[in-house]
């Protein structure tokens, strides 16, 4: 399997393929929970106002986690913590079949989103040092998440079908369980490699803090702008009269186009630089939520989800390359933390609770916040990149 993968994606090195299947494994326990925790837990009972309470719930302690649990990576070792977390996530998948009770539920499903909400961020910031270091490229590691993300979506809904909403915990815990092996596999990370590898902790162009905060912020108003589309595409499409195969291939196309871009046009992230990726970001979002604003037929949806590689992929790999090249090394994981925190807990939190209202307003007309979040965001790329011109 590990050679499979390295042909594949043209990576050579041990530590490239090593971390290629924790992201595999980590997206396949994604894949499998993020979209059908609600139907778990309907299955198990819960009313509507419960479901939505645990859902709250876990959520808050998530951000919780992962802001706290980001700066610990980096002073004992990411590893350390790579390996705990999986290790604590795995026990919470496992402990979801015995829950009974909406307390119970609670406790399980909010232990999983702590230790699994970390993992990602942290497993970044190890993979894009190690990326800049050996030379290998970030995004074709990070795109085996994507497919992944895919796969794990697809066979559990198959399996919920023959088998019923409990088939959920079946990727779960064969995705943590695969995560855990990975991470314990996975080359070591932290303050103590860095050293002992002889690498500089400081970045080698250090951002001042203004062009950090004003970094983290665009990513935010990026990723935040796909409140809308998460919450509402899909019943808007139905809406038009899009089957559910046809909505199903949308959003499957969209994630095909960003491991396209993760894949093939990644390597040219660090020589692009961090204010350009966004500015590309945001402009394609200024054309795609527009866009989707009216309503386009069936065609030109399939054609717009095109510009998912660069509302989430070129975004994403915008901020990872910001913090490996501006950040001091020794507050990575931290970094991408504060990151995560600040767009999942933050603006796409806020975003979704507003386009619910717009939705109920004036329905598809709603994506035009989206559309200014990227307006909003590509101004702030402007400033950024004069930000970082006057440091050279």
Not at 205 to 221: D, E, M, N, Y
Request: glycine letters at 10%; one cysteine or more; proline letters at 3%.
């Amino acid at each position: 399997m590990v050679s499979a993968i390295a042909g594949i994606l043209d990576i050579s090195q041990r530590a490239s393929v090593r971390l290629a299947l924790a992201y595999g494994a980590l997206f396949v326990c994604i894949g499998s929970m993020l979209p059908y925790l609600p139907i778990w837990l309907e299955g198990r009972g819960l009313s509507p106002e419960q479901i939505g309470l645990v859902t709250a719930v876990s959520m808050v302690v998530r951000l919780g986690a992962v802001l706290s649990l980001g700066p610990i990576a980096d002073a004992v070792g990411r590893k350390k913590v790579l390996v705990a977390a999986g290790a604590v996530c795995l026990t919470a998948y496992g402990l979801h079949a015995p829950a009974n009770g909406v307390i119970a539920i609670g406790v399980v499903v909010a232990l999983a989103a702590g230790a699994g909400g970390v993992l990602a961020p942290v497993l970044d910031a190890v993979t894009m040092r190690r990326a800049l270091r050996e030379n290998f490229s970030y995004g074709r590691v990070r795109s085996v998440g994507s497919f992944t993300f895919i796969l794990a979506n697809v066979a559990v809904g198959a399996m919920i079908m023959r088998w019923g909403p409990e088939s959920v915990l079946i990727g779960a815990v064969c995705g943590s369980a695969g995560f855990l092996l990975a991470a314990i596999a996975a080359p070591r990370a932290g303050r103590a490699a860095e050293e002992a590898d002889g690498e500089d902790a400081g970045p080698s162009r250090p951002a001042p803090f203004v062009a950090i905060a004003t970094a983290f912020a665009i990513s935010a108003l990026l990723q935040g702008s796909h409140a809308f589309y998460y919450g509402f595409s899909s019943i808007a499409w139905t809406a038009q009269g899009f089957s559910g195969v046809e909505i199903g291939a949308l959003w499957a196309w969209g994630v095909v186009c960003e491991i396209v871009f993760f894949a093939f046009f990644s390597r040219q992230a660090a020589a692009i630089g961090a204010p350009r990726l966004f500015a590309i970001g945001a402009a394609c979002g200024l054309v795609r939520w527009s866009a989707m604003a009216f309503a386009p037929g069936l065609a030109a949806s399939a054609a717009l989800q095109v510009f998912h590689a660069g509302t989430y992929a070129v975004t994403h790999l915008a901020i990872v390359t910001f913090i490996a090249l501006r950040i001091s090394a020794r507050r990575a994981a931290t970094a991408q933390s504060v990151n995560t925190a600040l767009t999942m807990g933050g603006a796409l939190a806020l975003a979704t609770a507003a386009s619910g209202f717009l939705y109920a307003a004036i329905s598809v007309r709603g994506y035009f916040l989206m559309t200014a979040m990227c307006a909003l965001a590509l101004i702030a790329s402007l400033v950024l990149a004069s930000f970082l011109r006057a440091r050279r």
